[in-house]
């Protein structure tokens, strides 16, 4: 495996890779590209998939954002959060893919979605939702989230990823997204017309598989 050194910057997830004597600036800045994408791209490409909706297009867009981040390699390395900066590119990417076809998020039609509606109301609304008109009111909810929230959610509901790691992908501290958490739960429960809206530590006890 290569040798990997964070810049020390919080969050940023960017590694740099040791080189040979005399090897040029550039292939430097392309290898330490390379072990930043390896690091990420399978969460890219998962976060990608949900939103366009087959591993085809999740790889073309996650393609276009690693090149555009990798043409502009030292700008991105100067910025306070690495891991935040590309996650706004990628998120560019696949706007830009859905618009050209004038399609939504394909996150509702995704199993992992599905899978996450257990967790995302507050205890006892199962039975209530049940009866809803089906995963469409809960991803329209959803998608009227602010969009730190969204992100939140996706991530740590639909994506399982756990909190450290959402923190560094968004470029923010953990009790950030503690917070962001409660407040989109809450503000689920409130829009879909559910009682209660969970407790502070709810997130905290589950556990990913």
């Not at 276009?64 to 100067?78: F, G, K």
């Not at 935040?84 to 004038?102: F, H, M, P």
């Amino acid at each position: 495996m290569r040798g990997r050194t964070t810049r020390g910057v919080q969050g940023d997830g960017a590694f740099a890779t040791p080189l040979s004597p005399g090897e040029p600036p550039g292939r430097r800045l392309a290898l330490t590209f390379d072990a930043f994408d390896a690091h990420h791209h399978r969460l890219w490409l998962r976060y990608a998939h949900t939103q366009v909706g087959n591993r085809a297009a999740a790889e073309c867009v996650v393609d276009a954002a690693c090149a555009r981040l990798l043409e502009h390699w030292p700008h991105v390395l100067l910025q306070e959060s690495v891991a935040r900066y590309a996650w706004a590119v990628l998120k560019e990417e696949v706007a830009r893919w859905l618009d050209a076809r004038g399609r939504r998020p394909a996150l509702v039609d995704t199993a992992a979605f599905q899978a996450a509606i257990r967790k995302l109301l507050p205890h006892g609304a199962h039975d209530r939702f049940a009866v809803l008109q089906g995963e469409i009111e809960l991803y329209a909810a959803i998608t009227r989230l602010p969009e730190r929230q969204y992100d939140v959610i996706v991530l740590r509901y639909v994506l399982r990823v756990p909190d450290e790691v959402v923190a560094e992908y968004l470029g923010v501290e953990l009790a950030t997204v503690h917070s962001q958490i409660r407040h989109a739960r809450r503000r689920l429960a409130k829009d879909l017309g559910l009682p209660g809206s969970g407790t502070d530590t709810e997130h905290e006890t589950e556990t990913e598989e």
